[in-house]
């Protein structure tokens, strides 16, 4: 009778229930693993024979035959170890117990029998949780991870000893693994006092402070434009510091991507403040959108739920500013390849800077720009006409003068926990109007819903209609002049959209 040990593979962020099917039978010694194995599973034949020796237990001598079923579903990672060794122990009798139907395990295995922390513990539990498995044996630095998701019994194990010893239930050597509990409560809270920008410390640029404080209460995107030292760089770092709290399913979504990326803290593992991307603009599309031959969460996803600053925008290449246009779109990123298709959710506002024209003094007030009309329109030509109709805000952020330099005591600068009550006000608003319709922010209006939840009087009607005409706006730039003023509304506190929010959303349309 072979023996069957259950396991997990990852392929995205699916999650797949795998069968470790172990049989030994008198042939000449080996050990073969089947069922679509990648390098480094087929290398934990002798990771998996050294740890049993190493743990004092004896390896059968005798042919061994792994199967990891279904045999369709690529395997990858070295999650498989600790699964395949407890099959053999099991086969051999030296673990008491044949039937693990409600357990699973994962882990790797050092050559001494311990057992080493791996990626992507969360969204395997929560994925075994929903497939019937009651308690998952994972290594003991992921326990704290894996415990996040209630409802599935989580044992933190230090090598194959404890182990062999916890389901050895007649043996003297008997010991349980006492069960790992996660406070939850422990995790969630923010640290607002590591964020080490504030508006407060920014000098002048009120209107573009303004745009930020929209844009981070509707999610939607910006683009700033103005000469070197103006301060876009320094408005985009404090601009974490005024984005709202993460909700509970959005920490939990954000940690699954960190944790298949292998980017989870093992003493603070629940992602509890909204990610702050910043590109360098050498990063390649594949670092952007995600991607490889076992594909990985790109920048795109790994900002889902918070920001992805790309600061001197125009220097990005044309082709990897274009992949952003599709997950601006539709929230999410699709990856096919020959044999699979993935899906990444890449809900982001993407906050990008730019100088006006290859010396930066565009309308500068100080410096003459130098720049021929051809230099300054094929430098702004890297910025298709479609990605710009995703960008919801552009503003210019102009140089500031000596005397808001030296001003030290302005009383009308505010600090962003100041804005940043309004932003959570608004989007406190904005969760209310939407529960139950799976948006959290107006940036996620569907034309469906813009129908029902931005209705126009007949003087923003007249409105918008000659703003369409001057400024020639798409429907989809439509669209997004809609759901602008919906969040503008919703910070002034009003529950329909008149003419002054309306004529503040076509402002920031206006410089497209």
């Known amino acids: 009778m072979i023996s069957q040990i259950l396991t997990a593979s990852v392929i995205g962020l699916d999650v797949y229930k795998i069968t470790v099917e172990v049989d030994v039978n008198n042939s000449l010694p080996s050990v073969a693993i089947v069922g679509l194995p990648d390098t480094a599973i087929s290398e934990a034949k002798e990771r998996v024979r050294s740890a049993i020796k190493n743990s004092g237990y004896e390896f059968p001598n005798k042919k061994i035959v792994v199967n990891l079923a279904p045999a369709d579903i690529k395997k990858v990672g070295s999650y498989y170890d600790l699964p395949i060794a407890v099959g053999i122990l099991a086969k051999a009798g030296i673990i008491n117990r044949s039937e693990f139907s409600d357990t699973a395990f994962i882990g790797e295995l050092s050559l001494d029998g311990s057992v080493r922390t791996v990626a992507g513990v969360l969204p395997i539990a929560a994925g075994l949780k929903k497939q019937g498995i009651k308690t998952l044996i994972v290594p003991l630095d992921n326990a704290k991870e894996a415990a996040i998701v209630e409802g599935i019994k989580v044992l933190g194990a230090k090598n194959l000893v404890e182990i062999v010893n916890h389901f050895n239930t007649d043996s003297p050597e008997h010991k349980e693994i006492k069960p790992f509990v996660s406070d939850i409560n422990e995790y969630f809270r923010e640290k607002l006092n590591n964020i080490p ?278 429907a989809r730039a439509y669209d997004r002049v809609l759901k602008l003023s919906r969040t503008i509304a919703d910070l002034d506190g009003s529950e329909n959209i008149n003419s002054k929010h309306l004529a503040q959303a076509i402002q920031y349309r206006s410089s497209i």
């Open 197 to 474: 920008f504030d508006f407060k410390d920014v000098k002048g640029q009120t209107k573009a402070k303004r745009a930020m404080e929209i844009a981070a209460a509707g999610g939607h995107n910006m683009l700033m434009s103005g000469p070197p030292g103006s301060g876009k760089t320094l408005l985009s770092k404090c601009f974490p510091s005024i984005l709202p709290p993460l909700t509970f399913d959005e920490a939990i979504e954000l940690t699954k991507i960190y944790s298949i990326s292998g980017m989870i803290d093992s003493d603070n593992p629940l992602i509890t403040t909204r990610p702050f991307r910043n590109v360098h603009h050498t990063a390649s599309s594949i670092g952007i959108i995600g991607g490889g031959s076992n594909p990985k969460p790109g920048e795109i996803t790994l900002a889902h739920r918070g920001v992805l600053f790309l600061d001197e925008f125009v220097e990005f290449p044309r082709g990897v500013l274009e992949v952003l246009r599709q997950p601006l779109e539709d929230g999410k990123i699709v990856i096919a390849r020959a044999k699979m298709r993935l899906e990444f959710p890449s809900d982001f506002i993407l906050l990008a800077a730019m100088n006006p024209c290859p010396c930066g003094y565009l309308g500068d007030s100080e410096i003459r720009c130098k720049c021929s009309e051809h230099q300054i329109k094929q430098y702004r030509s890297k910025l298709s006409g479609p990605l710009l109709d995703r960008i919801d805000i552009v503003i210019d952020v102009p140089r500031l003068k000596i005397n808001e330099l030296m001003d030290k005591n302005s009383p009308s600068v505010e600090s962003s926990s100041q804005i940043r009550e309004r932003v959570i006000k608004a989007r406190n608003i904005q969760l209310e109007r939407y529960k139950g319709l799976g948006i959290y922010t107006n940036s996620e209006l569907t034309p469906k819903l813009i129908k029902k939840f931005c209705i126009l009087d007949s003087d923003s009607s007249l409105l918008i209609r000659e703003a369409s005409k001057k400024f020639n706006l798409s």
